[in-house]
């Protein structure tokens, strides 16, 4: 019986967990970029939030750029063997 217990109350703490650390993700996804239109919301974060949005947004375009290079060099191999032949 003491074994049934713990496993639920594992099981239910594992759930919970997994709840926080999506809701977490959600919030961090939420990044303003800075133009015109939200300027006043982007110069009233903190410092410290502009660094750490500017660097998600420097690391999202920076991994946009190797899936596009790599479809590049996907199709240019393409083209290659098409060539060769």
């Known amino acids: ?3 049934f217990i713990f496993i639920v109350i594992f099981f239910y703490l594992k759930n919970s967990l997994k709840v926080n650390r999506k ?3 959600l919030k961090e996804n939420n990044l303003i970029t800075l ?3 939200n300027l ?6 903190t410092k410290t939030e ?4 500017s660097k998600q947004e420097s690391i999202a375009y920076l991994n946009k750029r190797k899936v596009l290079l790599e ?7 393409k083209i ?3 060539k060769s032949r």
């Open 1 to 3: 019986m003491i074994i």
């Open 71 to 77: 479809e590049i060099r996907e199709e240019y191999k």
């Open 35 to 37: 133009n015109k239109k």
């Open 80 to 82: 290659s063997k098409r």
């Open 40 to 45: 006043y919301k982007w110069m009233n974060l």
């Open 23 to 25: 809701k977490k993700f």
């Open 50 to 53: 502009r660094y750490k949005q």
